[in-house]
Every structure is written in structure tokens, then in C-alpha cells.
């Protein structure tokens, strides 16, 4: 391990590498399942969100890894401007997604869904 002063004269170690629980590819996800799940997602959490309206639309182009890319259009009114929101929504079926680690991604963040 590099003391004070290797890295002084410029020795430097790699640091581990970081994993993140549930990020890693998904061999077997299917179109479907990430297409039910982002239906039952919208319905639970764009649902209940104050808005005029939320518009869901498919974003193949984000497919990555076995998520699927969607973007939902939120309007609130007034004077605040519509925003998108891009999602990849692994390709698994919903169940699967509540009781396990595996990670959606809101907007580049990572995140799990909770249990339900």
C-alpha cells in the first residue's frame, strides 16, 4: 500500500471496484415485463402525483443492459414547463422487481422499487 510520501513522488494506487447491488446486466428481460412494469409504475406513482397531466411514451433509443427506456412528459400547470423524465425499467415482471435488488434508473439515478 502507497505511503504519504509514494504519493508524493507520484505512486498512486486503483481503488477497488464500486458495485452497486442489482445494477448488473439482465440476461433474460423482456420487453413485456419492463412494458407491464412501467404501466403499473405510472399507475402507483405518476398516479398520485399533483399534475395535469403525465404522458408515457416508449424510448428505444435508451435501451441498455436489459432495461428498457421510456420517458414520461409531466405537465403541472401554470407557469411551470413540461419536464421529461427518462426511466429504464428492467425487463422483469413486477413481483420480481419489488422483492429483489434490481435497479431502475429515474433520470440517470439509480433506484429500487419498493415492496408493494
Known sequence: MPTHEDQARGVTSSPAPVINPG??????ALKEHADEAM???Y???V???PLE???MRRASNLDEHGRFGYVLTLTAG???APRDVEILMPGLPVDMLRQSMTRMYV???SWTWARG
Do not use: F, K, L
Not at 445494477?23 to 433474460?28: N, Q
Open 23 to 28: 445494477s448488473e446486466a439482465i440476461r433474460a
Open 39 to 41: 404501466r403499473t409504475y
Open 43 to 45: 399507475r402507483e406513482v
Open 47 to 49: 398516479g398520485e402525483a
Open 53 to 55: 397531466q403525465a404522458q
Open 78 to 80: 401554470g407557469d411551470v
Open 107 to 109: 433520470d440517470d439515478s
